[in-house]
């Protein structure tokens, strides 16, 4: 798994610079088959991350540009007459790696039309249920709001994203090494796929796999517990986002070699899985305290116990 893992990684490293922990999270989410959700300032490298990953997996890909007048049949499809019987004309989401560029610049009616398929992995169009292609993963992109033309997206479709994370600015080294490779070429045109799709789902199957201890899921309990009691969140991470947890901790542990979780797993990962999931409370905007933040102080708070590893 090392070895596949490194090799997807070299790829996507060949593209984005100075990132290796944004990176990593990414490939860890795909081989959860959940959704990523990056979000930062224009210009940063989100659609070039996506479009790295979709070559260095080798998966049928389609893009989306979000604007306001998209519509949602642009996302899941619509029917035509056609001999005398309707034909369904397949939307974006007939495929397996969906690139949902600022996604957070559309109408919230288009954003819900995402909801059936980032949850069920299927869409229903003039009555008719069309399962999509396996595996199918979201990578969507958004601009901070704030931002001209954009708008929050709905609870109910934050949740639907395994993670959120952002890139941020390069450093020094890294943004000269950038405008020294774009000068003459694009790198993203260098990039081969590191696996099949066959292999993809085969690795995504052995990290369904992977075991979690009882102390581990009281671990996981403990941390989603003390987000619903917090002073500074309003509401806490709910049952799915306690399943998502533990999903991202079996992939994060299969990527680093292990076939069980260890509490280490579920902290690394638990900042990404549920910052985007909270709410927090008046309180916590008085003392402008970012989620990020209230959540790590739960990490530190609550107490990690002692698995042994094997």
């Known amino acids: 798994m090392y070895e596949v893992t490194e090799k997807i990684l070299r790829e996507v490293r060949k593209v984005i610079v100075g990132k290796d922990d944004v990176v990593e999270k990414v490939w860890i989410s795909i081989l959860a088959q959940g959704h990523v959700l990056l979000e930062d300032v224009p210009g940063v490298g989100k659609t070039t991350m996506a479009l790295a990953f979709s070559k260095a997996l080798g998966l049928e890909t389609k893009r989306v540009q979000f604007t306001p007048?998209?519509?949602?049949?642009?996302?899941?499809?619509?029917?035509?007459?056609?001999?005398?019987?309707?034909?369904?004309?397949?939307?974006?989401?007939?495929?397996?790696?969906?690139?949902?560029?600022?996604?957070?610049?559309?109408?919230?009616?288009?954003?819900?039309?995402?909801?059936?398929?980032m949850e069920e992995?299927?869409?229903?169009?003039?009555?008719?249920?069309?399962?999509?292609?396996?595996?199918?993963?979201?990578?969507?992109?958004?601009?901070?709001?704030?931002?001209?033309?954009?708008?929050?997206?709905?609870?109910?479709?934050?949740?639907?994203?395994?993670?959120r994370t952002s890139m941020g600015y390069p450093d020094a080294k890294s943004q000269i090494d950038i405008l020294k490779e774009r000068h003459h070429e694009n790198p993203l045109d260098k990039l081969t796929a590191a696996v099949s799709r066959e292999q993809l789902l085969s690795l995504m199957n052995d990290a369904r796999q992977v075991h979690i201890s009882d102390p581990v899921y009281a671990y996981v309990v403990d941390l989603v517990t003390a987000t619903r009691e917090n002073e500074f969140i309003e509401l806490g991470v709910s049952p799915r986002g306690a399943l998502a947890l533990c999903r991202m901790a079996k992939s994060c542990a299969f990527v680093r070699g292990r076939d069980y979780v260890i509490p280490e797993d579920v902290a690394a990962v638990f900042d990404d899985v549920c910052c985007h999931r909270l709410v927090l409370s008046a309180k916590a905007r008085l003392h402008r305290l970012s989620a990020a933040v209230v959540t790590a102080e739960i990490v530190k708070t609550v107490k990690m116990p002692q698995v042994q590893e094997k």
């Open 69 to 117: 007048d998209t519509m949602p049949s642009d996302i899941i499809g619509f029917s035509l007459p056609e001999q005398g019987r309707m034909v369904y004309q397949p939307g974006a989401v007939m495929t397996n790696l969906l690139l949902a560029d600022e996604i957070n610049r559309t109408s919230s009616k288009t954003q819900s039309a995402l909801l059936e398929a």
């Open 121 to 163: 992995y299927h869409v229903t169009v003039d009555g008719q249920t069309y399962p999509l292609p396996e595996p199918f993963v979201v990578l969507a992109t958004q601009n901070p709001v704030g931002s001209a033309g954009t708008q929050l997206l709905p609870a109910a479709q934050l949740d639907r994203f395994l993670i």
